[in-house]
């Protein structure tokens, strides 16, 4: 019998997916006609749940299916802290005590090494370290990207896109974020009604406000509001401007960014600073950096210490090197290689991560860190080609795509003695130490950090060392 679409199965729970959904294989029936361990993707479930699941969407061997009824609840079950949790699948593990989503996570990276990179498993278990978990897994976020609409009623809604859609469901405090946000989007949008600001449309392309943006620097307490618009201006900006520098503690920046583009991209390229500074500051391990609106910064900062500090400790610097940190953004782990090295370059594509990068050096007191703008596969090869450069290290933290092969081949030919990788993403993580390994090196170390609870995302650092066994593909 094939599988149809609106059956239900009894099913448990076994594993779950890198989306974070439940993983079930069917028993083989009583009356013996459905396939054994034809599998199912169950979202909403969770491993050790049993459940009763109807099919969405059935494939040869495996479906979809919707969670109807939890039969059994997984002992590892916890009732999600946000009433969302569900609709917003934002937090997709938020069902999950925090201890299985660290397991989770660990065995996530594992099997994306074995399965993609081509390690052995048994080897991954002597190699890599206890996974890295928070000790708040909550409100850990310092930035949050809040894209405004309109409600039934006519008024402007902030909160998230439900599912796959682009529907906004009104949720002006995430439980991710800082409890300011939802402070800041009460005097946003109360005064954007006062003063007859639309939400932005996105099939009409009508409309004024799109997103609003907020950062808080978790040390320093600074906070930047910047509302990305769908024109120049917002009207009264200064009595806006106002009302959040004598509302909320901390206000150090409101900005405003314009997005005309009909497109999914959510910051526009033009920034204006309507009051108070244009970066905010915050402090990771005794360093202090300024972030601007356009660069990236780590959205976790406790775990983001641990992962800088774990980096540094994996290259093993005494002084003498010469350190490369690829993807550097605003350079912090740069400035953190730059204590222990003799010098350090870094290289960003983002030009004002660079300008912040610069600042951020000079801010420190450290002079043997120097960036580049440019994209890492352009600018490694023709600095190698051109100026011979070399590294003794080379510290890469990509975004989720990963390392661009000219990138990774140009690493091989400077052949440093060690690379750090830190990595958000495992499935490209794992493509990259392939190429790496078979160009001589060695995985020694690598554990997991989150720093992204609640969700199936998940962050990681490897060190290998140059063994010169290269391994045919
Ligand atoms: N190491 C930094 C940033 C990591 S995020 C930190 O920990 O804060 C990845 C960075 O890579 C982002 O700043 C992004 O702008 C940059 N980036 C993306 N593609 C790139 C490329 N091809 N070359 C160089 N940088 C790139």
């Known amino acids: 019998m094939n599988i149809q679409k609106n059956q239900i199965f009894k099913v448990k729970i076994t594993d779950m997916g890198a989306d974070g959904a439940g993983i079930g294989h069917l028993e ?62 934002g937090c997709q593990l938020q069902a999950l005590s925090y201890e299985k989503q660290l397991e989770f996570k660990d065995r996530k990276v594992k099997n994306n090494l074995i399965r993609i990179g081509g390690f052995d498993g048994d080897f991954l278990e002597q190699i890599m370290e206890k996974p890295v978990g928070m000790e708040h897994p909550f409100r850990y976020r310092n930035k949050a990207q809040i894209p405004i609409g309109t409600g039934k009623d006519g008024r402007l809604t902030a909160g998230f896109y439900a599912g796959r859609t682009h529907t906004i469901i009104e949720n002006r405090d995430c439980l991710l974020g800082v409890p300011e946000n939802k402070e800041i989007l009460d005097i946003l949008l109360d005064f954007c009604e006062e003063n007859g600001v639309s939400a932005y449309d996105e099939t009409s392309g009508r409309g004024l406000l799109r997103h ?32 959040l520098f004598a509302k ?36 990771i391990g005794g360093l202090t950096f300024s972030v601007s609106p356009h660069s990236f910064y780590q959205v976790n900062p406790a775990q983001t210490e641990k ?9 093993q610097l005494t002084g003498r090197e010469t350190v490369w940190d690829l993807y550097c953004g605003i350079g912090t782990i740069s400035l953190f290689l730059a204590q222990r090295a003799k010098a350090v370059y870094g290289v960003e594509a983002v030009p004002q991560a660079i300008e912040d990068a610069r600042k951020n050096a000079q801010k ?3 002079s ?36 661009m092969e000219a990138c990774l081949s140009t690493m091989l030919r400077m052949r440093p003695e060690r690379i750090v990788y830190v990595s958000c993403d495992s499935a490209t993580l794992a493509r990259d130490l392939k190429v790496l390994t078979e160009g001589g090196y060695e995985l020694v170390r690598g554990r997991v950090f989150d720093n992204f609870g609640q969700s199936v995302h998940v962050e990681c650092v490897i060190m290998m060392q140059y063994c010169g066994k290269e391994k045919k593909k």
């Not at 040869?60 to 079950?77: C, H, M, N, Q, W």
């Not at 609003?212 to 307490?221: A, D, E, N, P």
């Open 248 to 283: 909320i503690p901390g206000m150090t920046g409101f900005l405003i960014n314009s997005n005309t583009e009909m497109t999914n991209v959510i910051m526009g390229e033009r920034t204006r600073l309507v009051r108070g500074r244009d970066c905010i500051e915050d402090t």
């Open 364 to 366: 420190n007191g450290i």
């Open 307 to 315: 992962i800088y500090s774990q980096a540094l400790s994996w290259a």
């Open 368 to 403: 043997n860190a120097h960036f580049y703008v440019g994209e890492a596969e352009e600018v490694l090869p023709r600095m190698f080609e051109q100026e011979g450069i070399s590294a003794d290290v080379i510290v890469v933290d990509p975004p989720r795509k990963g390392c």
């Open 28 to 89: 083989p029936e009583r009356k013996g006609d459905v396939q054994a361990g034809y599998t199912l993707f169950v979202k909403d479930a969770v491993i050790g749940d049993l459940v009763r699941a109807r099919i969405v969407k059935a494939k040869k061997g495996y479906a979809f299916a919707r969670l109807e009824e939890i039969v059994t609840p997984s002992p590892d079950r916890v009732r999600p802290a946000c009433p969302y949790a569900r609709q917003c699948g």
């Open 212 to 243: 609003v943006l907020i950062r808080k620097g978790f040390s320093t307490r600074q906070i930047m509001v910047c509302p990305v618009i769908n024109g120049k201006a917002l009207p009264k900006e200064e009595a806006l401007a106002d009302r």
